[in-house]
């Protein structure tokens, strides 16, 4: 069992501690859990290693672990020397006892675990009695009356932070506000009388404002950018200027992140930042994504981080800001993101596009990471209404599919015996050109040519690779394949496979990963008939080709190309 080994000088603040406390007692907050058995389980480790362990209920089903209690100047001793072993997270800190009323560690005000061993009789639950209130319903009535309409939004604010109110935050106290402060007083064990007293919205407000411990949020007028806005500096702090981003990153074990937007520009450059934001890593894939005329906003969450996006037009500027907050800890994100958003305030000046030194990385927009999609593959539009042929692996457990990474698009027909697929883009799209099928196979080594993104859609636009027709079979006799010599890289497959005249007599199939090793410039498509079979299989007619057409030269082969073909991504 491992236990952290005190100083002389740290024992004796512990004993002194004691009895200072019974003057003005404060604790150190180490923790913060949204379930009692997460709470349990660490204050039991906690206990394990260190003295003075407690737990509270902070009411709005959280809970702390903090050590104490202890007199003012002990318990910076204790936390400055708890910290600096590595004993406590480096983001506790020192908390008034307002919000420590009531306990659930040490059971029974004794050192011994919350849970009896198996064998003991578990020991009865004593019911706490409700708390009386120390105003009648008609003082507090008055008290509350004399708050004013602005004063009722926030305790409609404080309501709905605590899970107890779901209406409009108009300030006005009506059925469904009556009905949250009596769901809030009964959760908390006082009589469900509908209206707070003066302690009461003072406890709401405690456990409304608990969350902020610790968060040091301060007001930061920053000249840079021109924008005026509370920031969690007790959690990040500004790190650099990379136009059009002011970057704030995290200075401890809070994995917490803001990135000031400042930049010139109209509307046009508003919707031009609210398409690129959403290409970025800090931006999860499933954000939801609003735009107006002045502004946008994107927010959403995966298994890592939650993340809030803002943009406004001010004047000839666009400002805003985006905070991205450990997933898991919404308590706090929600309270912080309120504050921000509250105090956001555009002010004289904007980030000049020189400022700052931003880094060279194809991976890096501003200094933040563009997000990559799991793989891509190259496909061909192949009727008149956008349906695309692709490889199948491309769209294998895919949380997302998209189109030229601008349209969603979904599966809609596959066949898994030639390892193909048809998508269908989920919005109406009339592609510029879409692919002629020739159901017959070009002379042995006629020169071919596969069009496709060889680079996964670094280069924009898709790359033409040259080689010859080697078999019209593959090297297992399938005539539904054909064997070609041409030097093909992975993102090309999927793409088609052109004869001179620029008619598709296939589909590039990926390099199969298998016991044997193809040399390289070997490859395989699969024939154009098997691709018209799934299209009428889709109920899609496809034309038969001409019978003879004009050979056409390089740049003419290319232009169709970049007019036919797709880069699908697949996104997870």
């Not at 404002?209 to 806005?229: H, P, W």
């Not at 000049?352 to 991976?363: K, R």
């Not at 030229?404 to 698009?409: P, S, T």
């Not at 070009?442 to 071919?448: A, G, H, I, Q």
Request: hydrophobic letters at 45%.
């Amino acid at each position: 069992m491992r236990r952290w080994v005190m100083s002389a000088a740290l024992a004796a603040v512990l004993w002194a501690g004691a009895g200072a406390a019974q003057q003005q007692p404060v604790w150190v907050q180490i923790e913060a859990l949204p379930t009692l058995q997460q709470a349990e389980d660490r204050l039991r480790a906690y206990a394990a290693a260190l003295p003075d362990v407690n737990g509270f209920d902070l009411g709005n089903g959280w809970y702390s672990v903090a050590l104490g209690p202890y007199a003012r100047d002990d318990a910076e001793s204790v936390l400055r020397q708890y910290r600096a072993q590595g004993a406590i997270p480096s983001d506790s800190y020192i908390a008034l006892p307002s919000a420590y009323e009531r306990q659930v560690w040490p059971a029974g005000q004794q050192s011994a675990a919350l849970v009896p061993p198996a064998s003991a009789e578990p020991a009865p639950q004593e019911v706490e009695p409700l708390r009386q209130a120390e105003e009648t319903r008609a003082e507090a009535l008055r008290t509350e009356r004399a708050l004013g309409r602005a004063a009722h939004a926030e305790l409609q604010t404080a309501l709905q932070w605590s899970g107890h109110y779901s209406g409009a935050i108009d300030g006005l106290i009506g059925r469904g506000t009556r009905g949250a402060m009596e769901r809030w007083q009964a959760a908390n064990r006082y009589e469900p009388s509908g209206v707070l007293t003066t302690a009461q919205r003072a406890a709401l407000f405690a456990q409304y404002n608990a969350v902020l411990d610790g968060m040091g949020l301060q007001t930061v007028q920053s000249a840079e950018t021109g924008i005026e806005i509370a920031l969690p500096l007790g959690v990040v702090a500004f790190d650099r200027l990379e136009p059009p981003f002011a970057h704030y990153a995290p200075t401890g074990d809070l994995a917490a992140r803001v990135h000031l937007i400042s930049q010139r520009g109209g509307r046009a450059d508003l919707v031009g930042l609210f398409d690129v934001m959403q290409t970025l890593s800090v931006v999860p894939l499933d954000s939801t994504a609003e735009i107006r005329s002045g502004s946008f906003t994107l927010a959403g969450a995966d298994d890592e981080i939650a993340s809030h996006t803002q943009a406004e037009l001010s004047g000839d500027t666009i400002k805003g800001f985006t905070l991205v907050w450990p997933a898991g800890d919404e308590a706090r994100r929600m309270r912080v993101l309120q504050e921000m958003q509250a105090s956001f305030r555009p002010i004289d000046g904007v980030l000049p596009a020189t400022a700052g030194n931003a880094a060279q990385d194809i991976d890096l927009l501003s200094g933040l990471e563009i997000r990559r999609p799991a793989r891509t593959r190259s496909g061909f539009y192949a009727s008149a209404d956008g349906i695309v042929v692709t490889t199948r692996d491309v769209a294998q457990d895919c949380t997302r599919l998209t189109l030229n990474d601008r349209y969603e698009a979904e599966l809609l027909l596959e066949d898994a015996a030639h390892g193909l697929a048809l998508l269908r883009s989920t919005e109406a799209i009339a592609p510029p050109r879409h692919a002629s099928l020739r159901t017959t196979a070009p002379l042995l080594r006629s020169e071919v040519a596969v069009a496709g993104y060889s680079y996964g859609g670094r280069l924009g636009a898709p790359t033409l690779t040259y080689g010859r027709l080697a078999d019209v079979k593959a090297l297992d006799g399938a005539e539904t394949r054909d064997r070609l010599e041409l030097a093909a890289l992975e993102g090309d497959a999927g793409g088609p496979v052109l004869d001179a005249a620029g008619q598709v007599f296939g589909m590039l199939l990926p390099r199969e990963a298998g016991a044997r090793q193809l040399p390289d410039g070997a490859a395989f498509s699969v024939d154009a008939a098997v691709i018209a079979d799934l299209l009428a299989e889709a109920g899609i007619a496809t034309p038969p080709a001409p019978a003879a057409a004009p050979d056409l030269h390089a740049e003419a082969l290319g232009e169709m190309a970049s007019e036919m073909v797709v880069l699908v991504s697949c996104w997870n």
